[in-house]
C-alpha cells in the first residue's frame, strides 16, 4: 500500500511495528516517510487506504462496546 503512494519516499524505508497490545485490539503504527509539503496528504492517505486493505482481507476494525444487563425486581 504504502509502495504504491508516489508521495511515500522510498528510503528511509517506513516503520511498521506493533505498538499496543490492547484489550480488544492489536493497535500498529505506520509512518512513512515523505516530504514536508505532503505530510498531511500521505497521512490521510494511508488511514483510508489502511482501512481499505485490512477490510479487502477480512480484518475488521474492533469498536468499544459495552453490554448492559437489565433485571426485573419485582420488590
Known amino acids: 500500500m504504502l509502495a504504491e503512494d508516489a508521495k511515500v519516499l522510498k528510503t528511509p524505508a517506513p516503520t511498521i511495528a506493533v505498538s499496543e497490545l490492547a484489550d ?41 462496546q459495552q453490554d448492559i444487563h437489565i433485571f426485573n425486581s419485582n420488590s
Do not use: H, Q
Open 24 to 64: 480488544s485490539s492489536v493497535n500498529l503504527v505506520v509512518r512513512p516517510w515523505c516530504n514536508a509539503s505532503d505530510y498531511w496528504g500521505v497521512y490521510f492517505n494511508t488511514m483510508e487506504n489502511a482501512k481499505k486493505v485490512l477490510e479487502e482481507n477480512g480484518i475488521s476494525i474492533p469498536f468499544p
